[in-house]
């Protein structure tokens, strides 16, 4: 899924991809534990039908579980659950479009709140194997696309203060780290300092701005939309019954696939060109 208006980048950008491919690197979202984490690699059919592969880790020491994606316009999607801290986050490393002025890539991060059934724990994730490594994957389950209001800016010097990963997952995107008023109360009853968390304009100002689509001048503020789409991830655990076992176990995991759009202030219209086509 491409955010609205995006125009596909042409694929005769090598330089670009390499650059990319090498800030992604393997998946920098786990890994803080001793262990090496657990990797498989999915093939999966995105919800255009374009088939692409899915990097999916698990860190049981660490607790946390990261998804990586290259879309085939080039945009790499990087997805962390961080479940000691209670936090998700999602990476985009946007293609930037040069005869538009603009850079080589553009990053944005958002962080919210990790409710733990929405994936399967670490542990189950670094046991499963790939049967079959060429089978292309299709999401069992359609979950409901969330639409969320991102009121909030992570100052990412404090960042380490909310999640471990967040240094090494938003490192490229410094100035464009955002989060919801809602996640940041909940962070801070469970001891977050307040330093991690800024404001970006008053919420009745930012009702008030153009959605960047309709706004006319390049270099004033509006309000941005970016979507994305985990197209495969072990959502739930499965579990079987037998006459020789007294209670139900294990026996396999169920697929979901998940839709996100996130609105937020840009201080320009220049920093949110996918979303300026009808």
């Known amino acids: 899924m491409r955010p609205p208006g995006r125009r596909d980048v042409p694929t005769a950008r090598p330089a670009l991809l390499l650059l990319l491919l090498s800030l992604l690197g393997a998946p920098r979202g786990v890994g803080a534990g001793v262990g090496a984490p657990a990797e498989l690699r999915v093939r999966v059919r995105l919800p255009d039908g374009q088939v692409t592969e899915e990097s999916l880790q698990a860190d049981s020491d660490a607790d946390s579980i990261s998804l990586d994606l290259r879309k085939p316009d080039g945009t790499l999607i990087t997805f962390v659950a961080d479940f000691k801290k209670d936090v998700k986050i999602f990476r985009a490393l946007i293609l930037g479009e040069l005869e538009k002025g603009q850079s080589q890539f ?147 995991i169920r697929s979901c696939q998940k839709s996100y759009s996130f609105d937020f202030y840009v201080p320009q219209r220049q920093l949110c060109l996918w979303d300026e086509d009808p």
Not at 151 to 168: E, M, R, T, Y
Not at 198 to 208: G, I, L, M, N, R
Not at 233 to 248: A, G, N, V
């Open 106 to 252: 553009q990053a944005l991060c958002f962080v919210t709140r990790l409710h733990h059934n929405e994936i399967i724990p670490s542990e189950a994730m670094a046991k499963l194997r790939q049967r079959n490594p060429r089978a292309v994957r299709q999401a069992e389950e359609v979950r409901s696309p969330d639409q969320l209001h991102m009121d909030i800016a992570v100052n990412f010097s404090q960042g380490a203060l909310l999640s471990p990963h967040l240094h090494n997952v938003c490192a490229e995107a410094l100035d464009t780290i955002y989060t919801r008023q809602e996640d940041v109360l909940y962070w801070l009853e469970r001891g977050v300092d307040s330093s991690v968390f800024e404001p970006v304009p008053k919420t009745s100002e930012q009702v008030e701005l153009p959605h960047c689509g309709q706004a006319g001048d390049r270099g004033k503020p509006c309000a941005c939309r970016y979507s994305l789409s985990l197209a495969w991830y072990p959502c739930m655990l499965k579990y079987c019954h037998s006459r020789d076992r007294p209670t139900p176990y294990k026996c396999g």
